[in-house]
């Protein structure tokens, strides 16, 4: 009775880890691992035969629940030997970290093994996500990776980077953007997406085009976004980009130029697979942001730690880095999520949690604005990011 309640559950659970197109790259592993012999050498060599993009699904019974299984079998509830390795979640982590490979994401689900109707599906699905009784799962599960840098298949080991500056009213910083970032990788193409301007913004990127036209190492193009909101901007660079790496970076230039070199430097290193800026570690700059701005984007950065299963401090900082192979995946999956993001932060990261994707934060000076006033409505985008936060736990976490 428990087995096949269980098994039925288990089996959609991995079916949701495992991004749709990915099956050939993701190897899961159901309650094997009570049962190997030596646990470091068979994820050493499950790690050498994995692509390097792929993904190891674990999934293994609780050594919490070890008295009560045992107590199941001797009732006839439950077959199958009762002498195992009864592992915890930092077993599994720490067998993982010995055999080379990285976790991504783990956690516990599931606290009643058996079917009844209406109760288990409110326990396993709502109760079990939350805190405390997240603790309490029936079985543990670690999503991992290989940590190596990718290779490759190009003539240069330095990958290009495409920067899409998304531009409303900010036609004092357009030529500080384009000869201040560095020059990175084969080439640097920075793409900028006006967008209803009431300034100058787009004839002043037409000129800084003209002026730095010929300059073989870094690009600069532009266009006029067709819809508006930051999110619809971002989405037609992306189409317009043609380097190995994309990148977003906000025109107002509070994030410094320079620090665009250490988001480069951490996706070509594979310290992950999607670098997130984190604006909330180093001391803001007087006046950089708002109280109630900075607690907003505090509960914010909790409440999408709980949700993506990756530990995340600034959800609204601009700037964010990814692979545009793995841009592909996310436009590709994006049907599961539905078109719902005016900004474009949170529908990369939704999507790039939904493809497993190891999300890191990395820390920027956040300075205050050079030119022209915010076009972030405090309440407004406020309330549309809580009912986003809402959306994002339904597609994610309440599963």
């Not at 159901?30 to 050498?48: H, M, P, R, T, W």
């Not at 180093?282 to 709980?306: C, I, Q």
């Not at 050079?370 to 990011?385: A, D, E, M, V």
Request: proline share 4%; net charge positive; with cysteine.
């Amino acid at each position: 009775m428990i087995k096949r309640y269980y098994y039925k559950y288990l089996s959609d659970f991995t079916a949701f880890l495992t991004p749709a197109g990915e099956e050939s790259k993701c190897r899961v592993i159901s309650d094997k691992l009570g049962y190997v012999e030596d646990i470091q050498a068979f994820l050493e060599n499950l790690k050498a035969e994995l692509p390097a993009d792929g993904r190891v699904i674990i999934t293994q019974y609780s050594a919490l629940w070890e008295p009560a299984l045992r107590l199941a079998s001797h009732l006839g509830l439950r077959t199958g030997p009762i002498e195992q390795n009864w592992l915890s979640l930092q077993d599994l982590k720490n067998f993982s970290y010995l055999a080379g490979l990285e976790t991504v994401k783990s956690g516990s689900k599931m606290i009643l093994p058996v079917y009844i109707p209406g109760i288990a599906e409110i326990l396993n699905t709502f109760i079990a996500a939350i805190w405390p009784f997240s603790k309490l799962g029936f079985f543990h599960y670690v999503v991992l990776r290989k940590p190596e840098p990718r290779v490759l298949q190009a003539k240069s080991n330095m990958p290009s980077i495409s920067i899409i500056v998304p531009a409303r009213n900010e036609a004092g910083t357009i030529e500080k953007i384009s000869t201040g970032l560095p020059v990175l990788g084969k080439y640097t193409e920075i793409i900028f997406l006006e967008g209803n301007s009431t300034d100058n913004t787009y004839e002043e990127i037409e000129r800084v085009v003209g002026l730095l036209d010929g300059d073989k190492k870094r690009r600069i193009l532009c266009a006029k976004q067709d819809g508006k909101g930051k999110g619809d901007a971002v989405r037609k660079g992306f189409e317009m980009a043609t380097g190995d790496i994309l990148a977003i970076y906000d025109a107002d230039m509070t994030v410094p130029i320079d620090e665009v070199r250490k988001f480069y430097e951490a996706i070509v290193t594979n310290k992950g697979d999607f670098i997130n800026g984190s604006r909330l570690v180093y001391p803001l700059e007087k006046d950089s942001m708002r109280v109630l701005n900075f607690f907003g984007n505090k509960f914010f950065s909790l409440a999408f730690t709980w949700i993506l299963g990756q530990p995340l401090k600034d959800t609204l900082c601009g700037t964010k880095v990814l692979w545009r192979s793995d841009y592909e995946k996310i436009k590709h999956g994006r049907k599961f999520f539905g078109d719902f993001d005016p900004f474009g932060d949170f529908d990369l990261l939704f999507g790039a949690a939904k493809l497993n994707l190891k999300i890191v934060d990395l820390p920027i000076h956040y300075k205050q604005r050079i030119y022209g006033t915010t076009n972030i409505s405090r309440w407004k985008h406020g309330w549309l990011l809580l009912r986003m936060t809402v959306f994002a736990a339904g597609k994610l976490k309440f599963l």
